[in-house]
């Protein structure tokens, strides 16, 4: 198991570790929990020959000295008993005959665990008897005659133990003459039964020669039915001081056990009526807890307690002590750098971030961290079984389909999603480090975190779907919440963030730019609701209407994005669409036309995932089709949930199904999925990624004032990648010189932390390298801003600059956003805010950009809209172009 060296250097010998069985001092974890149990057991063997004192008429001399050896699940318990009886049984035979150990979990079913002592300790005697050679005149017949009505005797009053004999409701006990001849002795030899074990306990001794048992029980508190018969005799019978009890389990499990008992012994009539209230069965329950306490300080003394900490606890508590783990064929190695070599195996680098996973396993039981250490270094092929063997019972607790998401990658990030809102902790664990306070979930984490880093390597498709699947949506549950008990099951229920995965269909295997479509529409119609128009935006760019439909005039379409699109070869259409969507109400006609940035990095993933089958052609047309998403109605739910998205054919998008035999888009987007290094990636990375984007989306959103479409999507671009440089460079390098702001709408910070980043090219920065690279990206950033020379010259030259050749920046800026004027309260608000700018209610659009003084605007103003005729009707209608669509 492990050597000690001057007691503070130990060395974990992983071959010989994974079974219990006995160690020497020299191999011990537990030394100094070994020494003190050690010492206690001495010195009862000297008290065992002290005389009891002066015995008062009342007085039973009994003694609750059981030793107790604490701990959870694999922490070395049993091979800890070993250790402690073997070396009695070496060094101190002569003085104490040790007997094996006694596990109840292995006893059958209507075995009992008093008989089963018995039966050791009488098999023992009976050896000695019967190698004696016995004469006419030898001591040893009276012995064995002794010996004989000793165990008579007990066996009178064994079967009124619980367990054992009958009930005095048998038909025996109907007899008289069977009550005086043998009922009533087998009830004083019931009520002796402690007396008369205690005097065959020394009788035995005497014969064997020694000064005391040692007798351990191990696992007692899995098995309740078991466990509460031994915490029995140990309080009833096994009060002499010459037999040595020890004790080893769970402390929460015999908490549990007792709790169990006391609660029984109130019945279900106490329980119903004096329990029929909530104060009343309160009092119930502290009379329970308080019987608990009492019962357990009795049976397993506080001052006999030994508990066997974590490798974590003793580090911490000793810091003179190292821990080396022994590697068959390799070098020894310090069990914290160990863990370190392991950790960056999965991509996880930055020791902080090791430090979660480090603690957490090394505070875990003895048992887990071997099977992971085993896995992980003695193995010669890593495969994702190896990965999840060591936490595969906290994958099964939790409900994780393991033969789903190792089979099928694509499974993985949505059985973490799953996971994730079922266990309520989306926005706290989503970068899916062990850091809850339930050992269960930390266990399945930690497995899912290490397995995606291992998919990540030969499926970079997940890292993207990370960023859309898990991370947006943990960044939307602040404006959802998760659904309350009110509204399960019902109809008509609130938004929530499980009503969002309902409507998106996000937790199943479909295409992931039509999930983040559904999310947008649900999105929308969130934003809809009463006062939520101050919801974040963050990517979500919502635009004018179509110029393909509705009765919008010609001088008036020029700056619609179908308008825009539908003179663009095939590849510049389908980047100018790739972001789009409409989200479509199911009470009016006219639907929000949404330009996402998120739903171009779902499209991203999708073509990841095309290009492993080479199918890109396809899927540029596939995934530049404009699509429309049913938004729910809150307040009838006519909307279907999960209804499948509609595509909108016009002439316009029509094109995109052209003939692309030259597409340089295609042949950009192989290229670069060709240059992904196959490393891993962790997701703890990914998380901080989509947390920092998102916020500096709605930061870039809520500047926003009359920037073109173009400039927007240049910004978001731009707080992508300066997100990604930020968290990868954390991650990788050490006090590395870069700027941690996010960047609004300007590109200094990016430009200057990619200035100082010389070392850009190296391969700690893989992701960024392979990030800053995708043309999917590019295309969208100002081929005439600096940071076109930078990422040409950091990233892949030739392909980056080839994507900034595909720009279609400049297209962008000839779509004009649509701009919202927050809901008021009160149209007094509303008057007060359009007189800040020309409007002319005959066109809205025609002065939303004109810059003219003050006294311009309100003389335009208060001529376009006389005070009595500024009806209701006419302020909502303003209201709703405003905030939901400008109309047909």
């Known amino acids: 198991m492990a050597r000690k060296y001057f007691h503070n250097q ?246 549990l056990a007792v709790r169990k008992k006391q609660w029984l012994n109130f019945g279900e009539e106490l329980i119903k009526y004096d329990g029929d209230t909530t104060e009343r069965l309160e009092h119930l329950r502290e009379l329970v807890t308080e019987t608990e306490s009492q019962y357990l300080q009795k049976v397993m003394k506080p001052s006999r307690r030994v508990h066997l900490t974590t490798l974590y606890e003793k580090l911490r508590s000793n810091n003179q002590m190292s821990v080396s783990v022994f590697i068959p064929n390799q070098l020894n190695a310090p069990i914290s750098k160990l863990y370190d070599a392991i950790f960056e195996r999965f991509g996880i680098r930055n020791k902080y971030q090791g430090d979660i996973y480090k603690s957490y396993l090394m505070n875990a039981p003895l048992r887990m961290q071997i099977r992971f250490l085993e896995a992980n270094t003695i193995q010669e092929k890593m495969d994702v079984d190896s990965v999840l063997d060591p936490f595969i019972s906290d994958l099964f607790e939790t409900r994780v389909d393991t033969g789903r998401i190792t089979s099928t990658p694509q499974h993985l990030n949505i059985a973490i999603l799953d996971m994730l809102i079922r266990e309520k902790i989306l926005s706290e664990t989503n970068q899916l480090q062990p850091t809850t306070t339930v050992p269960a979930l930390n266990g399945a984490l930690t497995a899912l975190s290490l397995l995606f880093s291992e998919t990540s390597e030969q499926n970079p498709d997940i890292i993207f779907d990370y960023f859309v699947r898990i991370g947006y949506l943990r960044n939307l549950l602040s404006s959802l919440g998760y659904q309350s008990d009110e509204f399960k099951g019902r109809a008509n229920a609130e938004p929530s963030i499980e009503e969002l995965c309902k409507h998106s269909g996000i937790l199943q295997d479909r295409v992931i730019k039509d999930n983040i479509g559904m999310v947008t529409a649900y999105m929308t119609a969130v934003r809809e609701l009463d006062g939520s128009g101050d919801r974040p935006w963050a990517g979500i760019i919502p635009l004018r209407g179509l110029a393909g439909t509705g009765n919008i005039k010609s001088d008036l379409r020029e700056d619609r994005i179908d308008f825009v699109a539908r003179n663009l070869n095939p590849d510049a259409a389908a980047l100018v669409y790739l972001p789009l969507s409409v989200s479509q109400s199911s009470r009016r006609q006219a639907g929000t036309v949404i330009y996402s940035f998120h739903l171009l990095i779902a499209a991203i993933a999708e073509f990841v995932r095309k290009s492993k089958h080479n ?42 199904t052209g003939s692309r035999n030259n597409s340089l888009l295609e042949v950009l987007l192989k290229e670069w999925d060709n240059s992904f290094e196959r490393k891993p990636t962790p997701p703890h990375v990914l998380g901080k990624i989509a947390t920092r984007f998102f916020f500096a989306a709605d930061a870039i959103q809520s500047e926003q004032k009359n920037e073109r479409l173009g400039d927007i999507m240049h910004a978001l671009t731009v707080a992508f990648l300066n997100a990604v440089l930020i968290e990868d460079v954390k991650e990788n390098i050490e006090r590395a010189d870069i700027n941690l702001n996010n960047t609004r709408m300007s590109d200094t910070i990016l430009v200057n932390n990619l200035t100082r980043l010389n070392s850009f090219s190296n391969d700690e920065l893989h992701l960024s390298r392979w990030i800053f690279s995708c043309p999917l990206l590019l295309v969208y950033l100002n081929p005439e801003s600096r940071l076109r020379e930078l990422i040409n010259e950091l990233a892949y030259d030739t392909l980056t600059e080839q994507a900034f050749n595909m720009s279609v920046f400049h297209h962008l800026q000839r779509v004009s956003p649509k701009y919202r004027i927050t809901k008021p309260r009160n149209f007094d608000t509303v008057i007060n805010q359009l007189s800040k700018i020309e409007l002319k209610y005959q066109d809205f659009d025609e002065a939303l950009f004109s810059q003219t003084r003050l006294a311009d605007i309100t003389k335009n103003y208060r001529r376009s809209f006389p005070a009595e005729k500024m009806t209701e009707p006419k302020m909502r209608r303003i209201l709703e172009y405003y905030n939901l669509e400008e109309g047909e």
């Open 10 to 255: 130990i060395e974990l010998h992983l071959q010989r570790s994974g079974d219990a069985h006995a160690f020497n001092e020299n191999e011990l974890i537990h030394f100094y929990e070994y020494e003190r149990v050690k010492s206690w057991i001495l010195d009862d063997i000297k008290e065992s020959q002290q005389p009891d004192p002066p015995k008062k008429s009342l007085d039973r001399n009994r003694h609750h000295n059981t030793i107790t050896i604490l701990g959870t699940r694999g922490s070395g318990k049993t091979s800890f008993l070993l250790s402690i009886l073997t070396w009695f049984d070496n060094y101190k035979s002569d003085e104490v005959e040790v007997l094996d150990i006694i596990d109840p979990t292995l006893i059958e079913e209507k075995g009992h665990i008093f008989l089963d002592v018995l039966s050791v300790i009488k098999t023992k005697v009976d050896k000695v008897l019967n190698g004696k050679e016995v004469g006419a005149n030898s001591d040893f017949i009276q012995q064995r005659q002794n010996w004989r009505e000793m165990m008579e005797t007990l066996a009178h009053g064994l079967p009124h133990i619980d367990g054992i004999g009958g009930t005095l409701t048998e038909t025996s006990w109907q007899d008289p003459e069977y009550i005086m001849q043998r009922g009533l002795r087998s009830v004083n030899a019931a009520r002796d039964l402690e007396v008369n074990f205690s005097e065959a306990i020394n009788y035995a001794l005497k014969i064997l020669g020694k000064k005391a048992f040692i007798l351990a029980f191990d696992d007692i508190d899995i098995d309740f039915k078991k466990g509460w018969p031994v915490l029995e005799l140990l309080r009833k019978y096994f009060v002499s001081k010459k037999i040595i009890t020890i004790l080893s389990g769970d402390m929460r499990l015999y908490s």
């Open 615 to 656: 199918d890109v052609f396809n899927g540029i047309a596939e995934l530049s089709q404009l699509r429309s998403y049913p938004m729910p109605d809150f307040r009838q739910r006519t909307a279907s949930m999960n209804e499948a998205p509609e595509q909108i054919n016009h002439l316009e998008t029509d094109q995109l």
